[in-house]
């Protein structure tokens, strides 16, 4: 069965810190497809970034990076220096192509990151 | 590109009445559509998947006579809530993804809208 885990629920920081958001998932696919979201007190969710499983690179994009790890089923976020605009509701989520599935996206339950000044 | 436009943005509802909610891709054409549901401090969560011209195919536990998805075109998907009750109360929102494999699995998702019944 596939499954999103974020086990922190609320993470509260200083501006500055540094931050890590962690997401570990669950599918029996070989190909799958692994992203992060922000939704910021707005609601619209905001598409940070897409990864495939046989690409397990990490990737650095200004103060974010990630870590992909297949061999632990993570698929972790840091934020370097964080600031008060980062302050928002962070998802993992997780999409499969098997027996015909439409690619539908599994999430997280989210984790809320309070940066403070 | 990729933008997906919900309406409205917010609506607020006597119990007993029905809503529509519109989800409109405006600059690609949209295979399939996603409905979400997410209520206050959760997750997102599946609510239904329409292909344009066939019956949305619903997750478990959605009742498909009170929610009610039309997807007319490939950049138009509507989704009804008849008879709204209170604990209909909720953020729906609405993605769009064009293709139908490998990494064409991209999703775009709308603004949301935040519905309150009364």
């Known amino acids: 069965a596939q499954k999103v885990t974020q086990a922190q629920t609320e993470i509260s920081v200083v501006e500055k810190e540094d931050v890590t958001l962690d997401c570990v998932y669950e599918?029996?696919?070989?190909?799958?497809?692994l992203f992060w979201y922000k939704q910021p007190p707005s609601g619209e969710l905001v598409f940070l970034i897409r990864?495939?499983?046989?690409?397990?690179q990490n990737e650095i994009s200004g103060r974010y990076s990630w870590n992909f790890q297949k061999s632990t089923s993570s698929f972790n976020f840091t934020i370097t220096a964080s600031q008060v605009v980062d302050s928002a509701v962070y998802f993992c989520a997780l999409s499969e192509h098997y027996g015909g599935s439409q690619g539908n996206l599994i999430f997280g339950k989210g984790t809320k990151l309070s940066v403070k000044p | 590109g990729a933008v997906v436009s919900q309406h409205p943005s917010w609506v607020i509802c006597k119990s007993g009445t029905s809503v529509k909610i519109e989800c409109r891709s405006l600059?690609?054409?949209?295979?399939?559509m996603f409905w979400y549901r997410q209520f206050p401090k959760q997750s997102l969560m599946l609510m239904a998947t329409?292909?344009?011209?066939?019956?949305?195919?619903?997750e478990q536990g959605v009742e498909k006579d009170k929610f009610l998805i039309n997807h007319a075109s490939l950049t138009l998907s509507t989704l009804t809530v008849t008879s709204a009750h209170p604990e209909d109360s909720s953020f729906y929102i609405c993605?769009?993804?064009?293709?139908?494999?490998?990494?064409?699995?991209?999703?775009?998702f709308g603004p949301g809208t935040r519905l309150t019944v009364t």
């Open positions: 329409s292909n344009e011209g066939s019956k949305a195919t619903y």
């Open positions: 600059d690609f054409q949209a295979t399939t």
């Open positions: 993605s769009a993804r064009v293709g139908t494999s490998g990494s064409s699995y991209e999703q775009y």
């Open positions: 990864r495939n499983s046989f690409d397990e």
């Open positions: 599918t029996r696919d070989t190909t799958y497809y």
